[in-house]
């Protein structure tokens, strides 16, 4: 590969402030310092006459931004927060490539969530800076133990799960006193007891020489969470920047952020008051004549309150006889079923809530006993058995005028906006994404687009949970179909929101409001990656429009962007 090594001594990187543009940097990678005089180092592993240097490979465009970054990664452990799409991934190549030459027996590790970004991050590390091929190993659940071992014996560089690791590590196979340097991707997951915090802990106890370097778009939402990820991988340098820092300006494109609100129609407005009075309204009242609840607004309650209504009363539950406690447990839990469907209804459609019903009262999602609660409700059933009837016939034959069955109006704008862009199709360079929360609505969805426009060739893609969803394979596969111009719209669930390299995409259609401002940033950033772009986010007037504007105005998302600047 085309590398052009600058050997800077380690006295010159220490010393100096960043550099603040690229003729700068070619100065400096243009001058070979003279070497100074440094103690043997304790660590046996370390190669003394390489780690008088470092090397920064110039095989791609020299930004300002990344030189500095990689600069101070060298030496601290480091979170690195960059907006989608501006190089995190660059930047771990080059730190991994000068611990490959400093430890020529150590072991470094990058690890990331999923299988297809572990074969992504592999295959752009090799290509950034063309650590030889042999020395590479790949490692994720497919692979059993015994193979396993093998690659940990006979290579240096590993591409993993933090599972991997975590099972490895636990089994003795895993060499912790040779890692010289834990790559973590989407390090904004490192909270609480998941794997990468456990790995930490491990590789710690047996010994602490090792770097950490963090990478992530979004460290977290709140002050609490960012100071979790910080401890938890023993950082003690952050790197961020913003789309507004002066390093980074050059390199971002404009992004056009259009909010649409859509009022319910006639047929949505029907079903959403007949849902609450005719079904909702029972259940409620039960919990609240056994003041297991004090909330009878059907309309203001959610999942989310209903579970800590519950929480309440098991608190002060002491008294109830068992059979009258089993009873309140049973509501609880198909009530929480039933809001679950009535958000869908709300947000995604009377499609998907239809389906979202049939598999309760089919055993497929929820318990037998609330599929036996169900299945006596005869109002919840004459409910179902409605739009069963309108979604076939393509008529609200109960309804006033008898207008057309429209499942959802979100579903309009969206193939209206998606018409709108692609035009009469003639480029083929463009490309679309379409953002949904929920595994069914994807579907339904992609299914709708290819249907409805012979010029939208839309693919679903979403995560492998036990034996359904999209295996490794087919996801990398669907990837590389988009980016190639089989498909020119995504429609994803979270599985595309984070890492990986889905290629240019000038349109995305957030079709529901996600409640994590992580996510909602990381949806976000899959546009204008390389040109200008645009960004819609479709909201249901009332409580959907409510709950964005609570992600949207999250005061302490504002402070952790102010603390993160301090530090800087």
Known sequence: YNEYKSYLSLKYVMSNDYLT??????????????????????????????????????????????????????????LVTLPTGLGKTFVAAVVMYNYYRWFPRGKVLFMAPTKPLVAQQIRACHDIVGIPQHELGEMTGNLKPEKRDVIWRTKRVF??????????????????????????????????????CQVIRELHKVQPNFRVLALSATPGDKLTTVQSVLSNLLIAHVEIRSEESIDIQPYVHTRNVNKVTLPLDKGLAYLKQTFLNDVLEGYVRILTTHRAIFCRDTETLTKYTLLQQRESWRARNGNEAPNITNMIE???????????????????GASTFLNY????????????????????????????????????????????????????????????????????????KTRA??????????????????????????????????????????????????????????????????????????????????ASPTRLVQRMGRAARQRQGSIYVLLTEGREETDEEVVQMNPEQEDVVVVFQEQQ
Not at 37 to 64: M, T
Not at 332 to 348: D, G, I, K, P, S
């Open 21 to 78: 543009d690229d003729e700068d940097i070619i100065a400096a990678t243009e001058s070979l310092c003279v070497p100074i005089e440094v103690p043997e180092p304790k660590n046996d592993q370390f190669d003394y006459k390489e780690g008088k240097v470092w090397v920064y490979p110039i095989n791609y465009p020299l930004r300002s931004y990344q030189f500095n970054i990689v600069q101070k990664a060298l030496l601290w452990n480091t």
């Open 159 to 196: 591409f993993l799960t933090p599972q991997i690791v975590q099972n490895d590590l636990c089994r003795g196979t895993c060499p912790a006193s040779e890692v010289v340097l834990v790559v973590v991707d989407e390090a904004h997951k490192a909270t609480g007891n998941h794997a990468y």
């Open 330 to 348: 049973g509501v609880y839990f198909t009530l929480m079923n039933l809001y679950h469907a009535f958000e869908l209804l709300l947000v995604h």
């Open 357 to 428: 019903c049939i598999d309760l009262i089919e055993g497929r999602k929820g318990n037998s006993g609330t599929r036996s609660k169900l299945l006596r409700d005869s109002q919840f059933m004459s409910l179902i058995d409605k739009i069963t009837r309108w979604r076939s016939s393509g008529i609200m034959s109960d309804l006033e005028g008898s207008p057309p069955f429209i499942d959802h109006p979100k579903k309009v704008k969206l193939l209206s906006i998606l018409k709108e862009h692609f035009g009469d199709g003639t480029d083929d």
């Open 433 to 514: 994404m379409v953002f949904s929360s929920y595994r069914e609505s994807v579907a339904d969805l992609s299914k709708m687009l290819n249907k409805e426009d012979s010029k939208l060739r839309s693919a679903e893609f979403i995560g492998q949970s036990g034996t359904k969803g999209l295996k490794q394979k087919d996801q990398i596969k669907t990837v590389e179909d988009f980016k190639s111009g089989k498909y020119n719209v995504l429609v994803a669930t979270c599985v595309g929101e984070e890492g990986l390299d889905i290629g240019m995409v000038d349109l995305i259609v957030l079709f529901d409001a996600s």
